[in-house]
């Protein structure tokens, strides 16, 4: 059973492309991603309404930067700490290596978006590997956004 | 099993067209497990409309005028996937006996997924070609992107 832990940001003004949240399984442990949410509070109303591209990618060597680190919260507190490191809003993409997209989403942000992988799913992220969540498209204007990642740990 | 996913990222889209297509290999099986669509462009109220999507399979010649993306593993260590797919076939595979599974009428203004219960999950026999295809041409040109994930047996 892995070791389940979350990671969140709230309420960070979006102006510019950024990879929205990524993770680096450690030396030790493997990651395996269970979902991910994205939000916003800003631009409500029909003339607002936009679409933002979203991606899913995997195998950038160096970290993105500029964003922050936010803390990595088991689901059960007995549990040990996170090895993985968790990284948010970093409008320096990391994009160096050998960069594969498993998924390409477009997201109204007049709702809230959510994805839950199936069990069989699941990306599996063996150890020094990084997966991002990232936001290709510049919004029209700032964004008020939230967005959380839920993953276990292996091993 | 071994899962993979093709995708399709911010193209436009004006006519009907096979917006993914996956043809098995020679050997093994293909499980298609989910796919999902989505739009950025026509956005608000004055642009929403309805297209139809359906899943075929059958085709016996491939379409043309799309391209064929990368096949990702979802575990970097599995081997390459031994099926094709393509993306945005402007010419639709044709030919065989071609059979419509499913389908939908997709509101563009919001994300469609579609993801198979475990019972019923497409499978493609030995070089058997499965279609999500887009039958109605927009009323204007919209920036679309896809994906399809699949495993293979065998």
Redo the contacts between chains.
Sequence with gaps: MPRIYTSQFSGVAVTAQQDLLSILAGAACGVVLYEFGLSQSTEVG??Q?????I?FK??ATAAGSVGSAPAMVPLDLGDAAATAVVRANDTTIAGTGTI?????????VR?P?QYIW?P?????L?VG?RAVIGL??TPADSITMSGYLTFGEIG | MRYYTGQFTGVAVTVVQDLLSILNGTTGSVIIYEFGISQSTEIGDAQEEGLSIVLKEGATTVGSGGTIPAVVPLDVGDAAATSVVRANDTTPAINGTIVTHQTWNWNIRIPFQYIWTPETRPILRVNRRAVIGLLTAPADSITMSGYLVWGETG
């Design positions: 029909d003339a309404e936009e679409g933002l591209s991606v995997e195998g594969v997209t498993h998924y390409s989403w477009n997201w109204n709702v978006f199936i069989e799913l699941r990306p599996v063996r590997r290709l498209t």
